[in-house]
């Protein structure tokens, strides 16, 4: 289970798969270049920092991953945690944060818990996801339009009450670059699909703007010549109160690589057949995301999007993620220097097209027309993902998925009284109609459980047998619709057969499944019910109904007759 995948791709591996692997790597490090520098900016540091991680990480999770043709790197997804996490705690936070998630990645693979992440619901991840793609969107109006501002606000309503009080220094030239790099994206596929659009549009508006001489702003005039080299890893001093202050922040780190990089692996297993390994996946991003911070990386992931173009291409091992990783570090070396010179306009043309293509608004419109309880989580996702943080969203989200699920599987569970059917000799279903099909004891009542008997159905369960009018001399409970019981329906049942036992009734359960019996059993409630008071089967349990009724009965006209002797 914890083998690379390289390892068994390279098994029978053909000089054919190898040149298609290559050219698929060459062409992949080509898209990541401009979207590592364009997420490294948005995300609040320097552009080398999106290279680094996209050479070190890109590198680490091709070589040691469970998936095939996952590509990783900086992504979008992480844009709106990585600009709060800087703003707040600085880059040097940021360092120690993403250490401690690339940590809790290896954790929750070395558990096997890459199962466990898949579960997140729908809703959350289209809610954030849109939202993720709302606020990029609106983090690029500022170079997109070639505003002459200071820094951006962070927060949201804020951000645009500036852009539009600056709307009036707006740059046509931004204007025209941006326009003509969108264009160029959308159109180029027509033309090429080996050579990818965003690249293109990246080389033909720097050309541009170098030979007409636009006064635009660059990478070069806002931050600097990009260094032409890999730094030196540096260990991060961590102090205890470094580690507790950063706690949330990476764990959110840690929770949406886990999602982004396992939905993207599964996105790829679906394209080319196979299957990946969901923990040894985890693993190795939590590794990448241990080692590419020591060389000035920011957080990293599966990226879908590179994941989609190396399949694309031909990329069918972890050989292609390999040579995307080299070939990033090849054009940063030789390269690097000339990156100063792309405008922040046609960077920002690119993560509009990037947010975009993430907000998935056909599916969000989708999930609107589903259930209200899914919408409202959605909503929720959505709004506090551009509003308040994505780490609260994805909280948030989480904690009502989870509230409105015990809420669906509550009104699932019923409990009814099937005593009538018995009476009349009809039954629920057509197996039961031998069994039901007969004279209901006298004092016996019957109710049926249909359903988890878990903390969101015991009060419908107290309240329903809380409506007993009469005290029966023998109540059988029928469970064999009770797949699985927790301590709070052990609770509510113990408080059944205590408040029976002071009404001199006697509980009977019938059916009970492997489940509820384990925990009946571990418990102690079935020594309270009495094992000779629990039965397989609903005849069994029926006719010992009878006989507790018919002992009862007996026992009550004794002593009717000791006190009329006695009054005689």
């Known amino acids: 289970m914890f083998v690379p995948e390289i390892v068994s791709t390279l098994r029978g591996y053909t000089r054919r798969q190898l040149l298609a692997d290559l050219q698929a790597g060459v062409i992949v490090g080509i898209v990541a270049l401009p979207l590592a520098i364009a997420f490294a900016i948005a995300s609040g540091v320097t552009p080398d920092r999106g290279l680094y991680t ?10 040691f991953g469970g998936s095939r043709v996952q590509i990783g790197g900086p992504t979008g997804a992480f844009v709106v945690i990585v600009y709060g996490v800087v703003q707040k705690y600085g880059v040097d936070g940021l360092t120690v944060a993403t250490l401690m998630a690339g940590v809790l990645l290896i954790a929750l693979g070395a558990a096997r818990m890459g199962a466990a992440i898949k579960f997140i619901p729908h809703p959350v991840v289209i809610g954030f996801t849109s939202g993720i793609a709302v606020v990029i969107f609106s983090s690029q109006v500022k170079d997109v339009l070639g505003l002459r501002m200071g820094a951006v606000p962070a927060p949201f309503f804020e951000k645009w009450q500036s852009y539009v009080a600056h709307l009036g220094s707006a740059s046509w030239y931004a204007v025209a670059l941006a326009a003509a790099a969108m264009l ?27 030979m007409l001489r636009l006064p635009v702003e660059t990478i070069g005039s806002r931050f600097g010549a990009i260094s032409a080299h890999l730094p030196h890893p540096v260990v991060p001093h961590l102090s205890f109160t470094d580690v ?11 929770l949406l690589g886990a999602v982004e990089s396992l939905l993207s692996a599964v996105v790829a297993d679906g394209m080319i057949g196979t299957r990946h390994k969901s923990n040894l996946e985890l693993v190795a991003q939590g590794a990448a995301n241990v080692v590419a911070p020591l060389f000035g990386g920011i957080p990293a992931t599966g990226a879908i999007a590179r994941t989609a173009t190396n399949i694309r291409n031909g990329g069918r091992t972890p050989v292609a993620g390999i040579t995307h990783a080299v070939t990033l570090l090849l054009i940063t070396l030789f390269f690097g220097r000339l990156a100063a010179l792309i ?63 015990m809420r669906r599987m509550a009104e699932v569970t019923s409990v ?44 419908r369960f107290r309240n329903v047998l809380g409506e007993i009018r009469e005290r029966p001399r023998a109540l059988v409970v029928r469970m064999r619709h009770v797949p699985a019981m927790d301590s709070t329906g052990i609770h509510a049942l113990r408080e059944l057969v205590r408040r029976s036992l002071r009404d001199r009734t006697v509980v009977i359960l019938a059916e009970v499944s492997d489940q509820p019996r384990t925990v009946l ?31 009862a009965r007996g026992n009550t006209g004794a002593h009717k007759a000791a006190a009329t002797g006695a009054s005689h």
């Open 416 to 459: 009814t009284m099937i005593t009538r059917e018995l009476a009349d000799g009809t039954s629920l279903d057509d197996e039961d109609a031998a069994t039901l099909a007969r004279q209901l004891p006298k004092g016996v009542v019957v109710y049926e459980i249909n359903g988890p008997l878990f903390f969101g159905a015991a009060e």
């Open 184 to 210: 160029i994206i959308q159109l180029w596929p027509a033309v090429s699909h080996r050579i990818p659009g965003p690249f293109i549009a990246l080389i033909g508006t720097t050309a541009a703007a170098r």
């Open 54 to 63: 996209a050479i070190v990480a890109g590198f680490i999770i091709s070589a």
């Open 521 to 551: 059993q571990s418990s102690g409630l079935l020594d309270e019910v009495g094992p000779h008071n629990v039965f397989d089967t609903l005849d069994a349990a029926m006719v010992h109904a009878g006989e507790v009724a018919s002992h």
């Open 244 to 254: 507790t202050t950063l706690v949330q922040p990476a764990i959110a780190i840690a």
């Open 343 to 405: 405008p922040m306009a046609t960077l920002g043309a690119i993560l509009v097209v990037v947010a975009y293509n993430m907000s998935e608004w056909r599916t969000f419109r989708s999930e609107l027309r589903g259930p209200k309880s899914d919408v409202i989580v959605l909503l929720a996702t959505f709004f506090l993902t551009v509003v308040v943080d994505l780490t609260v969203a994805i909280e948030v989200g989480m904690v009502l998925s989870a509230f409105l699920f």
